[in-house]
């Protein structure tokens, strides 16, 4: 969803429409819930909740372009990590025993949305290996799509260092060994495909 039909929920949801909040969710959820799975882990879904609970109780107050809400919802998702990392550290809570379940009550489409989620999960899997300034301002810039001056913003730094975060981030992911191991899978794939007659 573009600036444009952002900007047509933005003030309807500012006014209480339900609606078009619902419409700004389902916008930038996925991207607020990709930031989060690389900040906070497993925490991710409750932190994001967090997030739109927050934004939804302050969005009255909220004035500006969708640009500038943007940036304001990633930094409430920031600021609702840091939150869940020094609750984290108060109070670490022991794992939950696993428990057995048949397989067998799964829907058949859940196999298809694991494998078209299996990209997404590996390259988020990818970025959390890097040093956290520079996850989070690839993830920032590259996955929520925010500008520098944005990144810097939400991160509370220079835009300067996001640069140059960013950059040594996305050398790093380039350098990475997994990363290169794919490129090398895909490039061996094309070069087995069968090619069109004529080409």
Do not use: C
Not at 78 to 85: F, G, L
Not at 118 to 136: C, F, H, M, R, Y
Not at 154 to 178: C, N, T, W
């Amino acid at each position: 969803m573009d600036d444009e039909e952002l900007a047509a929920a933005l003030p309807a949801a500012i006014r209480g429409d339900s609606g078009a909040f619902a419409v700004l969710w389902s916008a930038l959820q996925p991207a607020v819930l990709r930031y989060l799975r690389v900040i906070v882990g497993a925490a991710a879904e409750d932190v994001a909740s967090e997030t739109w609970l927050q934004a939804a109780r302050d969005l009255r107050r909220f004035s500006g372009t969708p640009r500038v809400f943007r940036v304001w919802l990633f930094t409430i998702a920031r600021n609702r990590a840091i939150d869940e990392h020094r609750r984290a550290r108060r109070r670490p809570e022991e794992p939950r025993e696993l428990w057995d379940r048949d397989m067998t009550d799964i829907e058949p489409d859940a196999a298809d949305d694991m494998l078209q989620k299996s990209d997404t999960d590996w390259a988020l899997g990818v970025i959390a290996s890097l040093p956290k300034d520079q996850a989070e301002a690839v993830l920032l810039r590259v996955v929520a799509g925010l500008d520098v001056a944005q990144t810097a913003q939400v991160l509370g730094k220079r835009p300067g260092a996001v640069r140059i975060a960013a950059m040594r981030g996305l050398r790093r992911l380039a350098g990475h060994a997994e990363v290169q191991a794919r490129r090398s899978d895909r490039r061996a794939l094309d070069l087995n495909s069968p090619r069109p007659e004529g080409v």
